[in-house]
């Protein structure tokens, strides 16, 4: 049975960018939605004690029954984890390692910065907008609902929720805001870790 991750910090720790409310609305209704849906499908199968990347890696072989809650449930609660795992209060400058690989692969971190607000600036599904690594290259990727990257053998390393319930009680229809203001809290020691992984 899976259960809710901790946040490594306060709901309201990464005011005034993203608001304590949202946060713990997301993590603790949103979140929790999709760890109890898993938990439901998988209850009284064989799956109930494999670690998550095993079934997510496995869904070929569910019974058709519970394939579409455990597909759709266990992503988006990846995707949960890693996306409050990718945020840090205060954020952090990427190192000076980091800065020279993301300056080789869209020129410099502002092009960088750029390509990826308008990415999830204009990204028409309820999903996530992605850097990704394929083959040492980096690129950004938008996918759509809980779909994530590694579903096309891309693997992500840094991820941006941009379904409304993420963003809307403080910005409404201001996406773009929401998404530039998220630079300031990138925990960019997780993203050198998730590339170097
Ligand atoms: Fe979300």
């Not at 608001?19 to 997301?26: P, S």
């Not at 607000?117 to 690594?133: E, H, L, V, Y």
Request: aromatic residues 10%; glycine residues 4%; negative net charge.
């Amino acid at each position: 049975m899976f259960t809710l991750p901790d946040l490594s910090y306060a709901y309201d720790a990464l005011e005034p960018y993203i608001d304590g409310q949202t946060m713990e609305i997301h993590h603790s209704k949103h979140h929790q939605w999709y760890v109890d849906k898993l938990n439901a499908a998988i209850k009284d199968t064989e799956r109930e004690e494999k670690p998550l990347e095993e079934l997510l890696q496995s869904l070929a072989l569910l019974p058709k029954e519970i394939k579409t809650a455990v597909q759709n449930n266990g992503w988006w609660h990846r995707n949960h984890s890693l996306f409050r795992e990718s945020m840090i209060p205060g954020g952090k400058e990427p190192s000076e390692n980091m800065t020279k690989i993301i300056e080789e692969n869209f020129w410099s971190i502002e092009k960088c910065k750029e390509t990826f607000a308008q990415s999830a600036a204009t990204n028409f599904w309820s999903g996530r907008t992605w850097i990704i690594k394929e083959h040492d290259e980096l690129k950004i990727v938008n996918t759509a609902n809980q779909n994530n990257p590694l579903m096309n053998h891309q693997k992500a390393i840094l991820g941006l929720d941009v379904r409304e319930h993420a963003y809307y009680l403080k910005y409404q229809n201001r996406r773009p805001d929401y998404i530039q203001n998220r630079r300031n809290i990138i925990n960019r020691d997780k993203v050198e870790e998730l590339y170097n992984k």
